[in-house]
């Protein structure tokens, strides 16, 4: 079961109020470490772009995630 599907949709009030998430945000709010937001995003889990050399997530890809709309589960 995909441990992130599981969460309590109250719990995304504390997800950023903004469109673009910096790595470290989704790291935090998710509670991963910085290196598996990046694997996430090399692999196609989470969608983001680049804003110069700056890698920014989107909010979208996340709840998405969380949701369990993802394209894969995490195990």
């Known amino acids: 079961m995909n441990r992130l ?5 109250t719990e995304f009030l ?10 470290y945000e989704v790291a935090t709010f998710l509670s ?3 290196k598996t937001v990046y694997r996430w995003h090399g692999s196609g889990l ?4 680049k ?4 890698l920014r997530i989107y ?8 949701e369990g709309d993802a394209s ?3 195990h």
């Open 59 to 66: 909010k979208d890809s996340i709840l998405k995630l969380i």
């Open 46 to 49: 989470i969608e983001g772009t």
């Open 32 to 34: 991963v470490s910085l």
């Open 14 to 23: 504390d997800l950023p109020h903004k469109t673009f998430l910096r790595p």
């Open 72 to 74: 894969f589960v995490i």
């Open 5 to 9: 599907a599981s969460q309590d949709s």
């Open 51 to 54: 804003f110069k050399r700056s």
